[in-house]
């Protein structure tokens, strides 16, 4: 399967400021990359979808002012949590896909504690 | 309710045993269902992909679909120690693009 690189794999940060997650294709051109937020013993749930060149699609719910993406590269998507607060502490994992109906690989994920 | 229901367990079974996980959905526009692995701490890891209805078999994995019934299940035969994770099943209409996920059911195979 493909490689995917998700970096830093854990972060702690204080109240306030803001976080940046990368999200690196390594081996193969990545069309569409999913952003998922998984809080503990709960299911993976999407928040945004971002295709190369273009502007986001968050969903219903999450706020794109606060949760900044950009896909500026067919192999990199950055995930910038911005005025951090302690519930977004969260395991945030990204998954990269190729064309329609390729598999999606997922990321190794990034554990985020706010403090 | 939620779209996709499945019990969180935890499930414990002895090794070599026969593993059932199943989850039920109420949209049946999904067309899609997958079976991920993630160990703790992970990212998950695709097990099994299946399109419609019907069984699907890899190794000592097997997936069913029943879309009559909105279920679906994932058998692992000769459980070993090292399938100890969370397994998800997720679901869409459109391939890999919006997938729903389910909560995970945590396995233990002890030896």
């Known amino acids: 399967g493909a490689v995917v690189s998700q970096h830093p794999s854990r972060v702690i940060c204080k109240s306030g400021t803001s976080v940046k997650i990368e999200c690196r294709s390594l081996?193969?051109?990545?069309?569409?990359m999913f952003w998922y937020r998984q809080f503990p013993k709960q299911s993976l749930m999407l928040m945004a979808t971002?295709?190369?060149?273009?502007?986001?699609?968050?969903e219903q719910g999450v706020e794109k002012d606060k949760f900044l993406i950009n896909h500026a590269s067919l192999t990199l998507s950055t995930l910038t949590v911005t005025s951090a607060h302690p519930e977004d502490s969260s395991f945030y994992i990204c998954s990269v896909k190729g064309g329609r109906d390729t598999e999606a690989f997922f990321g190794q994920g990034t554990r985020l504690t706010v403090v | 309710q939620k779209e996709v229901e499945q019990d969180p367990g935890p499930l414990s079974v002895p090794e070599g045993a026969i593993v059932s996980l199943n989850c039920t959905y109420s949209n049946s526009a999904f067309q899609y269902f997958m079976w991920y692995r993630q160990y703790s701490r992970k990212g998950p890891e695709l097990l099994m992909y299946?399109?419609?209805?019907g069984n699907k078999e890899d190794g000592r994995f097997t997936a069913q679909v029943d879309k009559s019934s909105k279920y679906i299940s994932l058998f692992i035969r000769d459980s070993q120690p090292s399938d100890s994770a969370t397994y998800l099943c997720a679901m869409g209409t459109g391939g890999y693009n919006k997938l729903i996920f389910g909560a995970g059911t945590r396995l233990a195979v002890h030896p």
């Open positions: 081996d193969f051109q990545a069309t569409t």
């Open positions: 299946t399109y419609s209805s």
């Open positions: 971002s295709n190369e060149g273009s502007k986001a699609t968050y």
